[in-house]
């Protein structure tokens, strides 16, 4: 079946099932999420996004070239720089809302519902 030809389903027996538990895999590491919360402003290199996450820029590095495997994340050569950015919004907002299903964890009424929510 050509790629271009299916359509997306939420259906039980969608057959996007087994993509999405990979994307779900590829976000099971707190790096990552961490890098797509910084990524939400825009673009970033290596060594920025290295501070914001607190890891090294080698760490940092092998985590963005598998998001870059996964299509979570693109580059764009800038002189010497190589700037990454996300490459859509669904990284950020399966992000946004695992931290929102988080937050309901935590009991009480969440952040979020109090109008405190923060831009995805």
Do not use: W
């Amino acid at each position: 079946m050509n790629a271009d030809m299916r359509v997306c389903s939420l259906q039980v027996d969608s057959q996007y099932v087994e993509l999405a538990v990979e994307v779900f895999s590829m976000l099971a590491d707190a790096t990552r999420v961490r890098i797509i919360l910084a990524l939400r402003e825009g673009e970033m290199a290596v060594g920025a996004l290295a501070g914001i996450v607190g890891k090294s820029p080698a760490a940092v590095s092998q985590h963005l070239a598998k998001m870059r495997l996964a299509r979570m994340v693109s580059t764009r050569q800038d002189g010497t720089k190589v700037l990454y950015r996300l490459e859509n919004e669904h990284a950020r907002k399966l992000v946004a809302d695992a931290i929102y299903q988080a937050e309901h964890a935590l009991g009480g009424v969440p952040a979020h519902h109090r109008g405190e929510r923060a831009t995805p």
